[in-house]
């Protein structure tokens, strides 16, 4: 049984957005720092972004700095991830994962919490 659940994914247009959304039935997400990762077809996943736990503290991976938001409502239990200027090789699924803190928030292992939500990006 899954921890978390992603959704919010789907096929867009390059230079399209999405917003994913993370939340937890069973963990109250709001006590957690919580990344994003993604993991494409033949590829290693990939960290891409991180939350401390009251949202004042945020990291980003290069390859989305500045197109690549993550944010969170502790009052909703829920963590974000707001992507605009999508391209297709952020085609992955993505997945929400915990972490114990935002540096070296890139380093593996990242576990498996959830099924993750499926973004794809046509050019």
């Known amino acids: 049984q899954f921890q978390f659940v992603e959704s919010g994914g789907g096929l867009v247009q390059s230079g399209g957005s999405l917003r994913l959304s993370c939340e937890s039935s069973?963990?109250?997400?709001?006590?957690?720092?919580i990344a994003w990762v993604r993991q494409a077809p033949g590829k290693e996943h990939e960290a891409l972004s991180c939350i401390t736990k009251d949202g004042r503290s945020t990291a980003y991976a290069n390859s989305v700095k500045g197109r690549f938001t993550i944010s969170r409502d502790n009052a909703k239990k829920t963590v974000y991830l707001h992507m605009n200027s999508l391209k297709p090789e952020d085609t992955a699924l993505y997945f929400c994962v915990p972490r114990l803190s935002c540096s070296k928030f890139d380093e593996g292992p990242f576990g498996s919490w959830g099924q993750g939500t499926q973004v794809t990006v046509a050019s």
């Open positions: 069973r963990f109250n997400l709001a006590t957690y720092t």
